[in-house]
């Protein structure tokens, strides 16, 4: 049997609404036994103990962190998901002390639907912008990472502008 996009919606607005009120047993049922996790720039991992061991992660860092949904939209197997997600820094995030400062980052999420249960996500986050936020990370080091990505860019401009110089001074 086949969900409809509007069931796994319902699904997932129920997965979200659990987890932003702590019912952990909630979400867990809601998973299939062997649930995938891909986060961006992490290993894969498998099961429903690795997602309880991810959320022990954020909540004991960020106790009062909600996600709020933004855009969701589904298929029969997929749900995609643009959700905001805010929250305190209050306790140890992997390895790093609180510093009490608040945060607000965008993540894209697409979770597989199988069998009226959520068997795999992929999640990519603005981890940069969360974790400078918090302060883990310098202010600046956001923006020199950007502007960073555009030394291709500008080398290359500058290489075409000298070229069309020279050629125009032959």
Known sequence: ??????????????????????????????????????????????????????????????PDAQVHVEDMFATEDKVAVRARITGTHTGNFLGQPATGNAIAYDSIEIYQIRDGRIAAEWICSDTLTMMTQAGIHKKGALLALWLGSFKVWIAAALGIAVGALVFAWL
């Open 1 to 62: 049997m086949s969900a409809t996009p509007a069931h796994n919606i319902d699904l997932m607005k129920a997965a979200f609404a659990a987890l932003n009120r702590r019912d952990i047993a909630a979400c867990i049922a809601m998973l299939t036994p062997d649930f995938q996790i891909h986060v961006a720039g992490a290993p894969p991992r498998t099961g429903q103990a690795a997602w309880r061991s991810n959320t022990g992660i954020m909540f004991t860092a960020f």
